[in-house]
T-cell receptor, first 115, second 109 residues
Framework: ETGVTQTPRHLVMGMTNKKSLKCEQHLGHNAMYWYKQSAKKPLELMFV???????ENNSVPSRFSPECPNSSHLFLHLHTLQPEDSALYLC??????????????FGAGSRLTVL | AQRVTQPEKLLSVFKGAPVELKCNYSYSGSPELFWYVQYSRQRLQLLLR??SRESIKGFTADLNKGETSFHLKKPFAQEEDSAMYYC???????????FGKGTRLSVIA
């Protein structure tokens, strides 16, 4: 699959579980993002990584822990989540700077349900 | 702080009717404005950006700095235009986008 690939597409977990969401892109982009999309709120930016360095943490609770081992891969580690964390988690990537910086390519998302 | 407002959660129009999806923003500097679209069961994707000044799928959007608006328009709606539309804003350069809450467009045959 080309573009931005997210796995798993669906995840159900209990509040005491630990799981991870994975995102990878082979577009040659250097910036990667996690967004949260829920029915009640707009697209919420969670984290931004640029050249593997975290450049933005949008006041996200510590139960969400991002990891970016290289420019092509991004993880979101989940632990002791709450039911209100149930949402669609979108990964996106973009060029690191210049005119293409804000042209985001999105993945299909990982639908998370916390029981 | 940057903010994007899309006042309509849902907009329903008949096929062939004109469409205008409203977007207003608050930002004191020179903004970059975008429209993203999400069709049913598809990924969120870029529709157009104001600096390109182009028409995509018949849609256009003009940045009005005086009214701080970036409304999306199409003269004749098609059924395949039914989707969720998000207006987004960024400061120039490498800064994350701020999205509006989105407007669901429903084109009725």
């Amino acid at each position: 699959e080309t573009g931005v690939t997210q796995t798993p597409r669906h995840l159900v977990m209990g509040m005491t579980n630990k799981k991870s969401l994975k995102c990878e892109q082979h577009l040659g982009h250097n910036a990667m993002y996690w967004y949260k999309q829920s029915a009640k709120k707009p697209l919420e930016l969670m984290f931004v990584y640029n050249f593997k360095e975290q450049t933005e943490n949008n006041s996200v609770p510590s139960r969400f822990s991002p990891e970016c081992p290289n420019s092509s891969h991004l993880f979101l580690h989940l632990h002791t989540l709450q039911p209100e964390d149930s949402a669609l988690y979108l990964c996106a990537s973009s060029q690191d700077a210049g005119a293409g910086a804000n042209v985001l390519t999105f993945g299909a998302g990982s639908r998370l349900t916390v029981l | 702080a940057q903010r994007v407002t899309q006042p309509e959660k849902l907009l329903s129009v008949f096929k062939g009717a004109p469409v205008e999806l409203k977007c207003n923003y608050s930002y004191s500097g020179s903004p970059e404005l975008f429209w993203y679209v999400q069709y049913s069961r598809q990924r969120l994707q870029l529709l157009l950006r104001h600096i390109s000044r182009e028409s995509i799928k018949g849609f256009t959007a003009d940045l009005n700095k005086g009214e701080t608006s970036f409304h999306l328009k199409k003269p004749f709606a098609q059924e395949e235009d039914s989707a969720m539309y998000y207006c987004a804003l960024a400061r120039s350069g490498n800064t994350p986008l701020v999205f509006g809450k989105g407007t669901r467009l429903s084109v009725i045959a």
